[in-house]
């Protein structure tokens, strides 16, 4: 086992060379031990657990050695333990790296080595802890939003038929983009889900490249639900590989081969309505990697209309960056105040025939 832990320790990993202070040092021991999965941990270092509580994790003491099942306490956020039968902790430490440390035969630094390389988060290393911290954000938010998500067997052709029955007038309000019923009935737009919070939301279905029935976006339509959820999307749906419209928009590109991209829904509905039916959106404000090989893949000509805000004045910058030299890329950039779904059809007619005659 020693010999084994040794060897995945790294002798060779690059060290910054300025010394830390003892702040900074500190600092950087909490980071480890926050990155560090005690469960995972304990098992590893062979103990036997019995019970695990959203704040503790109770075992055998493999210090001591008794049978008693709970005598080892260990708090899931601290990774600070205690052993109730022996004050093991008395002897050792109570922190996390002293026990590693004494499981193990490690010195202090040693064990410091040794939770890094099981966690991949160097104390030397500000990089590493970075992208640790932008891991568990991201991770927070999928199991957040994963509560609030549409199950994914709903999301089907079937289901999908009776959703259609039951949509509202929402989207046919002036406020709200004021859609006619023929143009929403062409993108299938449904209705009459609630969700787990009571809130009644219209459905929008996205169908991938091929047709495919792959997720639903559903749009809050009583104003109640809190900003970041007005849409909600089906559990574990990956947007990355997914451009809406893309099925239908291809057999519209001409020649040339020339798709839109807009952000959202809405501003491909209503480009539809003003006669371009080649419009697909990224469904956020940025064309992921994925969504730009879709594009490659697909067409010649990438008109990007996306939103005029800051974000997507950003997202403009990022896909011209991107998929310059891979793909002819034209960037139309709007005025703040008003996104494609916000304009008129005759509007969004007029912004485009400009972009033709200038190319
Ligand atoms: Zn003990």
């Not at 999908?160 to 023929?182: D, I, M, Q, T, V």
């Not at 992921?288 to 990438?302: D, E, M, R």
Request: charged letters at 30%; proline letters at 3%; one cysteine or more.
């Amino acid at each position: 086992m020693m010999q084994q832990i040794q060897q995945q320790m790294s002798p060779t990993r690059t060290r910054m060379s300025l010394p830390l202070s003892k702040e900074e040092r500190i600092i950087r021991l909490e980071r480890l031990k926050d990155a560090i999965d005690a469960e995972q941990l304990l098992r590893t270092l062979g103990f036997d657990i019995t019970h695990v509580t959203a704040d503790e994790i109770r075992a055998k003491c493999k210090i001591h050695g008794g049978d008693n099942k709970t005598s080892f306490r260990m708090n899931k956020h601290t990774k600070n333990w205690s052993c109730f039968s022996h004050g093991c902790h008395d002897k050792i430490g109570f922190d996390i790296i002293h026990l590693v440390g004494h499981m193990l035969n490690l010195s202090f630094s040693a064990a410091v080595d040794y939770l890094e390389s099981v966690t991949g988060i160097s104390t030397h290393d500000e990089v590493s802890y970075v992208e640790y911290r932008r891991y568990k954000d991201r991770q927070e938010t999928i199991r957040q939003m994963d509560n609030k998500s549409i199950p994914t067997s709903l999301t089907d052709e079937v289901y999908l038929k009776n959703f259609r029955k039951f949509r509202s007038s929402y989207f046919e309000n002036p406020a709200n983009g004021g859609f006619p019923k023929e143009v929403l009935n062409e993108f299938e737009i449904g209705g009459g889900f609630v969700d787990k919070f009571g809130f009644q939301r219209d459905v929008i279905p996205i169908r991938d490249k091929s047709r495919r029935l792959v997720a639903y976006s559903c749009r809050d339509i009583t104003g109640k639900a809190p900003y970041e959820y007005k849409y909600l999307l089906t559990e574990g749906f990956d947007k990355n590989k997914v451009l809406y419209n893309l099925f239908r928009a291809k057999e519209f590109m001409g020649e040339d081969r020339i798709i839109i991209v807009v952000e959202g829904f809405k501003s491909v509905w209503k480009l539809y309505m003003a006669g371009y039916k080649n419009a697909v959106a990224c469904m956020g404000r940025t064309i992921t990697p994925g969504q730009q090989s879709l594009l490659y893949s697909t067409a010649f000509n990438v008109i990007l209309m996306l939103d005029g805000d800051e974000a997507g004045r950003t997202g403009t910058a990022k896909a011209l960056k991107d998929m310059q030299n891979k793909i002819n890329i034209i960037p139309v950039l709007l005025s703040s105040d008003r996104d494609p779904a916000d304009r008129t059809p005759e509007e969004l007619q007029e912004l485009l025939s400009v972009i033709k005659q200038g190319e």
